[in-house]
C-alpha cells in the first residue's frame, strides 16, 4: 500500500520536528511506500527553514513553500496536486 499524507503548515516551525518525528514511526507499520507532503502556507517565521531541513534528513519528506498566505483549503489542494 502506498501512502501520502499532506500537512497545510502555518506557524509550525516549533511542532514540525516532533509531527515528523510520529510520523517517520507510524508510517512504516501500515504502508510499503509512504510521502509526507507539508505545504507551508507563507509562514512569517521559520517554517520553511525547518521543512527544508526534515526534506534534507527524511527522503520521504517534501516540502512546498507558497508565496504568500493562501489558506489552509488551498494549501491542501496544492499538496494534494503535488502528492505521487
Not at 48 to 68: F, K, N, P, T
Request: with cysteine.
Amino acid at each position: 500500500m502506498n501512502c501520502s499524507v499532506v500537512i497545510p503548515v502555518y506557524r509550525s516551525e516549533q511542532t514540525l520536528d516532533p509531527l515528523i518525528e510520529r510520523l517517520g514511526k507510524i508510517l512504516p507499520t501500515f504502508a510499503d511506500s509512504y510521502e509526507v507532503v507539508l505545504v507551508n502556507d507563507g509562514s512569517p517565521d521559520n517554517t520553511w527553514a525547518v521543512i527544508e531541513r526534515l526534506a534534507r534528513q527524511h527522503a520521504w519528506v517534501r516540502g512546498i513553500g507558497l508565496m504568500r498566505n493562501y489558506g489552509q483549503h488551498n494549501a491542501t489542494l496544492c499538496g494534494i496536486r503535488a502528492a505521487r
